[in-house]
């Protein structure tokens, strides 16, 4: 799987402008894109599942074009294929659990799930350890089920890549370390590539495979951590050190959380 | 005192009249709502004061308006009198007009308010889950906003029923025809005929209370968000 990147776009608010120009590919399981708010980071991320069009550049996954300014491409976001988890999970209010991780596979004119739909939800939610949740609303729900909930909803259909936009700020700290853990296994049941977007370092140590630095509206930097694996006890000192630097180095605007009960971290 | 002459007719013909201007304004409000609730363009302004504009003019103004444009002799109504041999002045259907150009506004107005408060987000998660735009209105936007479009509709309603000015105009007052309750009671207090203006009062202050109580009843809560 490779995600090629290269967008522009003018932001403007407040009589403020704000230039983005990033240009990146990855290959990765998972690939985190951290940044400091206001780095772009966000802008990003819609403009690859099409919620926001960036001004000219080229977005491709898997050599499959979404965007191209130059050959006036520019795949509305239903078409893109793409999985995409919101920041708090934007489940609809108004559907139970089984409607909204159904969504995806209802026409219009149908208001609940065919019984072939049901199993492959039934299957999903037992996955996810949502059985017996079938019936309630996302309000019901605490926010690591909401979570699990909004993954199921958006892998249902089998997406080429998820995108996920800051998993687990809504999170409290204890359970954002359990969360981290469950979407790493996520990710080798479910085989999809990952792009993440984070300003929390926590999050870099502990997912990435590849890291793109994002600060003002440009690449900073890349950094390949495949050499120390996230399971691999070898792999701790080096990721507690890039989880150090990224602070270091971008301490303004940066989750602070990070220090948050995580032995050895330091 | 005839009873089914003198009240069921003219409380039937007004149920009929503000259930089809409802159901005209309704549509016509949430069109127009989505519209200027979700779409950026010049003189949007300019339209939205357009569409509350029944509101503040007074309904001779509009019954006014409404005989220029649907009169035997208006715009549209000389055509549709040549080419179909339709005549809405004088009839049920141009009080439907008239009710529903005075409703519109109602729903239009809870329309907007209620569609604004729809977070983006779950119509931009619709979208990414593959759905095409008529399905994340109708499936998402609409349900959302359900609440404060029928709590618009209720009043459409409830104004409907009592509209008087534009109607008289346009339709007239022909007992059984379009003689709807408000004209009816205007009709039995000019003719002396006190009782029967009682009565119609009574009947129309009960109808009126019993949609306001049970529509609130279905606008109970479900879900919060």
Known sequence: MRIEVEIRKTLRADGREFHLDVAFTCEDDISVVFGPSGSGKSVTLKALAGLERPDGGRIAVDGRVLFDSRNGINLAARERGVGYLFQDYALFPHLTVEQNVSFALLHWWQRRPTADMRRRVTDLLEIFELTGLERSYPAQLSGGQRQRVALARALIQKPAILLLDEPFAALDPLLRIRMRQELLNTQWLFKVPMLVITHDPQDVAALAETVIVLRKGRVDRALDLKGAPYRDPLGAPVRGAIRKLLLETYGEGVSGEGTEAMPGAN | ?225
């Open chain 2, 1 to 225: 005192m005839h009873f089914p002459q003198e009240v069921l007719i003219p409380l039937l013909l007004t149920l009929k009249v503000a259930g089809w201007a409802t159901l005209f304004a309704s549509v016509a409000g949430v069109g127009a709502a989505y519209l200027l609730a979700r779409r950026r363009f010049p003189g949007r302004d300019v339209i939205d004061a357009a569409m509350t504009l029944p509101l503040v003019l007074p309904p001779t103004v509009l019954g006014y308006y409404l005989i220029v444009v649907v009169g035997r002799r208006g715009l549209f109504g000389a055509w549709l009198e040549e080419t179909f041999g339709i005549t809405l002045i004088f009839t049920w259907q141009g009080a439907v007009i008239a009710s529903t150009i005075v409703a519109f506004p109602l729903v239009y107005k809870a329309a907007v308010t209620a569609l604004e408060g729809v977070e983006r987000q779950y119509e931009q998660a619709a979208r990414v889950l593959g759905k095409a735009e008529w399905t994340v209105f109708l499936r998402v936007t609409l349900p959302l906003a359900w609440r404060g479009i029928l709590g618009g509709a209720m009043l459409g309603f409830a104004r409907a029923m009592g509209e008087f000015g534009a109607t008289l105009m346009v339709a007239g007052n022909l007992p059984g025809r379009t003689q709807t309750l408000s004209i009816a009671i205007y009709d039995a207090v000019e003719a002396g005929r006190d009782n029967v203006a009682n009565f119609l009062v009574i009947v129309t202050s009960v109808v009126c209370i019993a949609i306001l109580v049970g529509s609130g009843r279905l606008l109970r809560p479900r879900y919060t968000t």
